[in-house]
Protein backbone atom coordinates (compact mmCIF):
# COMPACT_ATOMS: atom_id res chain seq x y z
CA UNK A 1 0.00 0.00 0.00
CA UNK A 2 1.58 3.57 -1.24
CA UNK A 3 0.51 7.12 -1.41
CA UNK A 4 -3.10 8.55 -0.02
CA UNK A 5 -4.74 6.78 -2.13
CA UNK A 6 -3.85 3.60 -0.99
CA UNK A 7 -4.52 4.97 2.90
CA UNK A 8 -7.86 6.24 1.68
CA UNK A 9 -8.98 2.51 0.02
CA UNK A 10 -7.65 0.84 3.38
CA UNK A 11 -9.65 3.27 5.52
CA UNK A 12 -12.84 2.79 3.29
CA UNK A 13 -12.71 -0.96 3.33
CA UNK A 14 -12.60 -1.09 7.22
CA UNK A 15 -15.73 1.34 7.63
CA UNK A 16 -17.62 -1.01 5.31
CA UNK A 17 -16.54 -4.35 7.03
CA UNK A 18 -17.31 -3.13 10.31
CA UNK A 19 -20.54 -1.67 9.38
CA UNK A 20 -21.07 -4.77 8.10
CA UNK A 21 -20.00 -6.62 10.98
CA UNK A 22 -21.71 -4.26 13.12
CA UNK A 23 -25.01 -4.89 11.56
CA UNK A 24 -24.66 -8.49 10.91
CA UNK A 25 -22.47 -10.27 13.83
CA UNK A 26 -20.09 -11.70 10.92
CA UNK A 27 -18.98 -10.32 7.64
CA UNK A 28 -15.92 -8.28 8.05
CA UNK A 29 -14.02 -10.77 6.60
CA UNK A 30 -15.93 -11.51 3.87
CA UNK A 31 -16.85 -8.20 2.49
CA UNK A 32 -13.32 -6.70 3.45
CA UNK A 33 -10.21 -9.37 3.53
CA UNK A 34 -9.58 -9.86 -0.07
CA UNK A 35 -8.92 -6.00 -0.91
CA UNK A 36 -6.95 -5.94 2.57
CA UNK A 37 -4.62 -8.87 1.35
CA UNK A 38 -4.49 -6.84 -1.94
CA UNK A 39 -3.69 -3.60 -0.56
CA UNK A 40 -1.11 -5.20 2.38
CA UNK A 41 -0.61 -8.86 1.21
CA UNK A 42 -1.45 -11.93 2.08
CA UNK A 43 -0.07 -12.05 5.50
CA UNK A 44 -0.89 -8.34 6.72
CA UNK A 45 -4.13 -8.30 5.07
CA UNK A 46 -5.23 -11.22 6.69
CA UNK A 47 -3.77 -10.39 10.30
CA UNK A 48 -5.71 -6.80 9.96
CA UNK A 49 -8.81 -8.68 9.26
CA UNK A 50 -8.59 -10.56 12.47
CA UNK A 51 -7.79 -7.08 14.29
CA UNK A 52 -10.68 -5.66 12.88
CA UNK A 53 -12.99 -8.34 13.56
CA UNK A 54 -12.09 -8.80 17.14
CA UNK A 55 -12.57 -5.28 17.91
CA UNK A 56 -15.83 -4.64 16.27
CA UNK A 57 -17.16 -8.26 17.50
CA UNK A 58 -16.52 -7.25 20.76
CA UNK A 59 -17.67 -3.66 20.45
CA UNK A 60 -21.48 -5.80 19.57
CA UNK A 61 -20.80 -8.26 22.59
CA UNK A 62 -20.32 -5.73 24.82
CA UNK A 63 -24.27 -4.70 24.60
CA UNK A 64 -25.68 -7.87 23.81
CA UNK A 65 -23.55 -10.59 26.14
CA UNK A 66 -26.81 -11.72 28.43
CA UNK A 67 -28.24 -13.20 24.90
CA UNK A 68 -25.17 -15.16 24.56
CA UNK A 69 -25.82 -19.06 24.36
CA UNK A 70 -22.19 -20.43 26.28
CA UNK A 71 -22.78 -23.88 26.11
CA UNK A 72 -24.16 -24.28 22.51
CA UNK A 73 -20.77 -21.89 21.58
CA UNK A 74 -18.54 -24.24 23.38
CA UNK A 75 -18.04 -27.19 20.69
CA UNK A 76 -17.53 -24.39 17.86
CA UNK A 77 -14.78 -22.15 19.76
CA UNK A 78 -12.85 -25.33 21.30
CA UNK A 79 -12.45 -26.77 17.72
CA UNK A 80 -11.64 -23.65 16.25
CA UNK A 81 -8.78 -23.07 18.60
CA UNK A 82 -7.58 -26.43 17.72
CA UNK A 83 -6.87 -25.45 14.05
CA UNK A 84 -6.23 -21.77 14.06
CA UNK A 85 -2.71 -22.87 14.64
CA UNK A 86 -2.41 -24.89 11.17
CA UNK A 87 -4.09 -21.74 9.52
CA UNK A 88 -1.15 -19.90 10.44
CA UNK A 89 1.00 -22.33 9.21
CA UNK A 90 -0.57 -22.09 6.11
CA UNK A 91 -0.53 -18.73 5.83
CA UNK A 92 3.26 -18.06 6.49
CA UNK A 93 4.99 -20.81 4.47
CA UNK A 94 2.88 -20.81 1.00
CA UNK A 95 3.87 -18.55 -1.38
CA UNK A 96 2.08 -15.47 -2.37
CA UNK A 97 0.18 -16.07 -5.40
CA UNK A 98 -0.83 -19.56 -4.01
CA UNK A 99 -2.13 -17.82 -0.75
CA UNK A 100 -3.77 -15.22 -3.28
CA UNK A 101 -5.59 -18.22 -5.21
CA UNK A 102 -6.67 -19.88 -2.17
CA UNK A 103 -8.10 -17.79 -0.18
CA UNK A 104 -9.84 -16.09 -3.26
CA UNK A 105 -11.73 -19.52 -3.91
CA UNK A 106 -12.23 -20.19 -0.19
CA UNK A 107 -13.95 -16.42 -0.33
CA UNK A 108 -15.90 -17.45 -3.42
CA UNK A 109 -16.68 -20.84 -2.09
CA UNK A 110 -17.96 -19.61 0.94
CA UNK A 111 -19.92 -16.86 -0.30
CA UNK A 112 -21.54 -19.42 -2.65
CA UNK A 113 -22.45 -22.03 -0.35
CA UNK A 114 -23.80 -19.59 2.35
CA UNK A 115 -26.22 -18.09 -0.64
CA UNK A 116 -27.25 -21.48 -1.23
CA UNK A 117 -27.87 -21.81 2.26
CA UNK A 118 -26.43 -25.48 2.31
CA UNK A 119 -28.34 -27.97 4.17
CA UNK A 120 -26.78 -31.24 5.90
CA UNK A 121 -26.85 -33.21 9.09
CA UNK A 122 -23.32 -33.04 9.24
CA UNK A 123 -23.99 -29.53 10.62
CA UNK A 124 -26.09 -30.26 13.35
CA UNK A 125 -25.82 -30.99 16.70
CA UNK A 126 -22.33 -31.02 18.60
CA UNK A 127 -20.88 -32.61 15.67
CA UNK A 128 -21.51 -30.09 13.54
CA UNK A 129 -20.40 -27.88 15.77
CA UNK A 130 -16.79 -29.58 16.22
CA UNK A 131 -16.87 -29.64 12.06
CA UNK A 132 -18.10 -26.02 11.55
CA UNK A 133 -15.46 -24.53 14.20
CA UNK A 134 -12.73 -26.25 12.86
CA UNK A 135 -13.48 -25.31 9.42
CA UNK A 136 -13.88 -21.99 10.47
CA UNK A 137 -10.77 -21.54 12.82
CA UNK A 138 -8.27 -23.01 9.87
CA UNK A 139 -10.02 -20.38 7.34
CA UNK A 140 -10.02 -17.47 10.01
CA UNK A 141 -6.26 -18.09 10.74
CA UNK A 142 -4.95 -18.70 6.98
CA UNK A 143 -7.37 -16.59 5.17
CA UNK A 144 -9.26 -14.20 7.68
CA UNK A 145 -12.50 -16.14 6.53
CA UNK A 146 -14.00 -18.35 9.39
CA UNK A 147 -17.60 -16.69 9.71
CA UNK A 148 -19.35 -18.65 6.68
CA UNK A 149 -18.82 -22.29 8.45
CA UNK A 150 -20.66 -20.83 11.68
CA UNK A 151 -23.56 -19.20 9.25
CA UNK A 152 -23.74 -22.32 8.15
CA UNK A 153 -23.86 -24.37 11.42
CA UNK A 154 -26.63 -21.95 12.61
CA UNK A 155 -28.70 -22.16 9.71
CA UNK A 156 -28.69 -26.31 9.58
CA UNK A 157 -29.61 -25.79 13.57
CA UNK A 158 -32.59 -23.49 13.07
CA UNK A 159 -31.28 -20.19 14.57
CA UNK A 160 -32.83 -17.39 14.15
CA UNK A 161 -30.74 -13.61 13.18
CA UNK A 162 -31.87 -12.63 16.67
CA UNK A 163 -30.21 -15.54 18.16
CA UNK A 164 -27.26 -15.77 16.05
CA UNK A 165 -25.70 -12.46 15.77
CA UNK A 166 -24.61 -12.00 19.44
CA UNK A 167 -23.36 -15.75 19.59
CA UNK A 168 -21.31 -14.92 16.35
CA UNK A 169 -19.94 -11.60 18.08
CA UNK A 170 -18.31 -14.11 21.06
CA UNK A 171 -17.37 -16.50 18.46
CA UNK A 172 -15.11 -13.34 16.77
CA UNK A 173 -13.59 -12.12 19.99
CA UNK A 174 -12.54 -15.61 21.32
CA UNK A 175 -11.46 -16.82 17.51
CA UNK A 176 -9.89 -14.15 16.13
CA UNK A 177 -8.18 -13.38 19.56
CA UNK A 178 -6.41 -16.68 19.37
CA UNK A 179 -5.11 -16.21 15.68
CA UNK A 180 -3.64 -13.23 16.80
CA UNK A 181 -2.29 -14.51 19.97
CA UNK A 182 -0.66 -17.41 17.05
CA UNK A 183 0.49 -14.93 14.88
CA UNK A 184 0.93 -11.56 16.28
CA UNK A 185 -0.69 -7.89 15.48
CA UNK A 186 -0.77 -6.29 12.00
CA UNK A 187 1.89 -3.96 11.02
CA UNK A 188 1.19 -1.24 10.09
CA UNK A 189 2.50 2.50 10.22
CA UNK A 190 0.88 4.84 12.91
CA UNK A 191 -1.25 7.04 9.82
CA UNK A 192 -2.55 3.73 8.92
CA UNK A 193 -3.16 2.32 12.40
CA UNK A 194 -4.90 6.16 13.23
CA UNK A 195 -7.22 5.45 9.94
CA UNK A 196 -8.13 2.03 10.70
CA UNK A 197 -8.88 3.19 14.64
CA UNK A 198 -11.37 6.12 13.14
CA UNK A 199 -12.52 3.38 10.15
CA UNK A 200 -14.06 0.92 12.60
CA UNK A 201 -15.18 3.39 15.08
CA UNK A 202 -17.48 4.83 12.31
CA UNK A 203 -18.60 1.59 11.18
CA UNK A 204 -19.72 0.25 14.58
CA UNK A 205 -22.17 3.53 14.90
CA UNK A 206 -23.14 3.24 11.20
CA UNK A 207 -23.90 -0.55 11.74
CA UNK A 208 -26.07 0.17 15.40
CA UNK A 209 -28.09 3.19 13.35
CA UNK A 210 -28.67 0.22 10.28
CA UNK A 211 -29.79 -2.12 12.31
CA UNK A 212 -32.98 -1.34 13.07
CA UNK A 213 -33.15 0.47 9.22
CA UNK A 214 -31.92 -2.18 6.90
CA UNK A 215 -33.95 -5.11 5.80
CA UNK A 216 -32.20 -8.41 7.14
CA UNK A 217 -32.58 -9.92 3.17
CA UNK A 218 -31.31 -6.76 1.82
CA UNK A 219 -28.33 -6.52 4.01
CA UNK A 220 -27.13 -10.29 3.33
CA UNK A 221 -27.37 -9.69 -0.32
CA UNK A 222 -25.64 -6.96 0.18
CA UNK A 223 -22.96 -8.66 1.99
CA UNK A 224 -22.79 -11.69 -0.18
CA UNK A 225 -22.12 -9.85 -3.46
CA UNK A 226 -19.27 -7.63 -1.99
CA UNK A 227 -18.07 -11.16 -0.90
CA UNK A 228 -18.33 -12.75 -4.14
CA UNK A 229 -16.88 -9.94 -6.08
CA UNK A 230 -13.60 -9.45 -3.57
CA UNK A 231 -13.24 -13.23 -4.00
CA UNK A 232 -13.21 -13.05 -7.58
CA UNK A 233 -10.97 -10.51 -7.43
CA UNK A 234 -8.25 -12.13 -5.12
CA UNK A 235 -8.49 -15.18 -7.17
CA UNK A 236 -7.39 -13.38 -9.95
CA UNK A 237 -4.68 -11.44 -9.07
CA UNK A 238 -3.41 -14.83 -7.79
CA UNK A 239 -4.06 -16.27 -11.01
CA UNK A 240 -1.74 -13.78 -12.82
CA UNK A 241 1.35 -13.98 -10.52
CA UNK A 242 0.93 -17.61 -10.96
Given amino acids: MSGWSGQLLLG ?8 VQRLA ?46 GAMLPLMAAAVCTVPAGAWVAATVPTPELLVGIGVLVTAAALLVIR ?27 GVGGPAVSLYAVNSGWTAREFVPNAQLYGVVVNAFSLAVKGVPQL ?11 LAGGA ?38
Fill in 117 to 143: GVRAAALRGVGGAVVAGATSGLMNSAA
Fill in 189 to 199: NPPAWGLVTVA
Fill in 25 to 70: GLGFALVAAPVLVLLLGPNSGVTLANFAALAISAVGLAGSWRQVRP
Fill in 12 to 19: LVVLLGAT
Fill in 205 to 242: VAGRLLTTRVPEPRARTVVLGLALAGGVSTLVKGVSGL
